[in-house]
């Protein structure tokens, strides 16, 4: 018995469409298993920046307050966006992409309160990591030397 050529499209004409959706079964699966990879590396690469432009933050502090010999501090980050006056004009200390914390929702820098019980808990397993000696303070030209890279 032979078959003719429709009865033989009739048989296959679903053939194609499952094969395309059990690759795309196939593939929504695979991006199901990296997705939670992607999200952990964004938000690695969030803190990074956080940690980046903390340390500028903490730089304009410290040009801040050697301007002005230890006198007066910054009562905003606005002060360190405007920067400080020489002459007539002012030099810029901090960016203002940098006055933005990529990790919180609003984008403002919050001061976060110290607790002397939990820095008491870090230093003492710092301690124990070193040892039992504390670290000292780092030079103030490593300081320097760090915020700048």
Avoid: C
Avoid at 13 to 22: D, E, K, N, Q, T
């Amino acid at each position: 018995m032979m078959t003719t050529a429709t009865e033989t499209d009739r048989s296959e004409s679903g053939m194609s469409l499952l094969a395309v959706m059990a690759v795309m079964t196939l593939f929504a699966v695979a991006l199901l298993a990296v997705a939670p990879s992607v999200q952990i590396e964004v938000q690695r690469e969030k803190e990074l920046e956080a940690i980046r432009r903390g340390e500028e933050v903490a730089y304009a502090i410290q040009q801040y307050v050697d301007f002005y010999r230890g006198t007066k501090l910054p009562n905003s980050m606005d002060d360190l966006l405007e920067g400080l006056p020489q002459g007539t004009k002012k030099h810029q200390i901090l960016r203002p992409s940098a006055a933005i914390d990529p990790l919180s929702a609003d984008g403002k820098w919050s001061l976060v309160k110290a607790d002397p019980q939990v820095i008491a808990r870090f230093a003492r397993r710092v301690q124990a990591f070193n040892n039992g000696v504390l670290p000292s303070n780092p030079s103030r030209s490593f300081i320097v030397t760090l915020s700048l890279s």
